[in-house]
């Protein structure tokens, strides 16, 4: 499975599904780079992802 935040199965799934489901790597990246970074320091909550999300969807 492609894994944009490695060892986060959670968020790695809706990435994917994404995908899956016709979103572009472009759409992908602008929502998930600004919490990258504290996904990887474990800082990162679901709100943050959910968030990020719909600030691209906005």
């Given at each position: 499975?492609?894994?944009?935040?490695?060892?986060?199965?959670?968020w790695n799934l809706?990435?994917?599904?994404t995908?899956?489901?016709?979103?572009?790597?472009?759409e992908?990246?602008?929502a998930?780079?600004?919490?990258r970074?504290?996904?990887?320091?474990?800082?990162?909550?679901?709100?943050?992802?959910m968030?990020?999300?719909q600030?691209?969807?906005?």
């Open positions: 499975m492609f894994e944009y935040f490695p060892g986060n199965y959670i809706g990435v994917v599904a995908l899956n489901s016709g979103g572009t790597i472009d992908v990246d602008r998930c780079r600004p919490i970074e504290a996904a990887a320091r474990g800082d990162a909550g679901t709100t943050d992802f968030k990020a999300w600030g691209v969807a906005d």
